[in-house]
């Protein structure tokens, strides 16, 4: 079945440090990809998408590229902020459908 | 927009007591899906809802779990017996409809069986 691999946590990096949080999939098809980003005591909210292969996802300052050729969907920023610091989830759905396969999460710490 | 409404925000149970979580999805979004988020582990994906009819419900333990969505638009989640594995965070979420609308999470209930 479809499946999501992600880069163990807790990350803990110093404020205006380059991130990366690495993210692989197995799927049949063509997938949608995802990252979600979960802060303290809030929801779940999705941070960005891409739903085809070289799309490119954005939002915040971060950045994912759908790689189809190594099944990656990697998490990068080029300067965090404090602010950034929550629960971070890639995640995918089957072509033309929603239902949300997620990896396990990385906790991401930004300290000042 | 309101967004997706999830009570209550903590319960704390016996082992083989019952539970219900109730979700009241954004206005007008036709798609609800319930998903268990164990400590430590990624949200899987429990019942998926598309109005009051049942469309994935194939890793919901039934034999103590059950769902409904009568009117399509309110949802209620329940555990009977609860287990000491139920502990979790149960998470609603809602969309416009089952094909690339995004998924808006509640901020869950967050169980736990003793």
């Known amino acids: 079945g479809d499946s999501v691999t992600q880069m163990e946590g807790p990350v803990t990096l110093s404020e205006e440090a380059f991130l990366t949080i690495n993210c692989t999939y197995t799927a049949t098809g063509y997938p949608s990809l995802f990252w979600y980003v979960q802060y303290p005591g809030e929801g779940l909210q999705l941070l960005l998408k891409?739903?085809?292969?070289?799309d490119k996802g954005s939002n915040k300052g971060f950045e994912a590229t759908y790689r189809k050729e190594t099944t990656s969907f990697h998490l990068e920023k080029g300067s965090v902020q404090v602010s950034d610091s929550a629960v971070y989830f890639c995640a995918l759905t089957p072509f033309g459908n929603e239902k949300l396969t997620f990896g396990t999460g990385t906790r991401l710490t930004i300290i000042p | 927009e309101a967004g997706v409404a999830q009570s209550p925000r903590y319960k704390i149970i016996e082992k083989r007591q019952s539970v219900a979580f109730w979700c009241n999805p954004i206005?007008?979004?036709?798609?609800l899906y319930w998903y268990q988020q164990i400590l430590g582990q990624g949200p899987k994906l429990l019942i998926q809802?598309?109005?009051?009819?049942?469309?994935?419900d194939s890793q919901l333990p039934k034999d103590r779990f059950s769902a409904e969505r009568l009117k399509g638009v309110d949802s209620t989640l329940k555990i009977q017996p609860a287990k000491l594995e139920d502990s979790a965070v149960y998470l609603c979420?809602?969309?416009?409809?089952?094909?690339?609308?995004?998924?808006?999470f509640g901020n869950g209930t967050r169980l736990t069986v003793t």
């Open positions: 809802f598309q109005n009051n009819g049942v469309v994935d």
């Open positions: 979420a809602s969309s416009f409809d089952m094909y690339n609308s995004p998924l808006h």
């Open positions: 206005s007008g979004h036709a798609t």
């Open positions: 891409a739903t085809k292969a070289d």
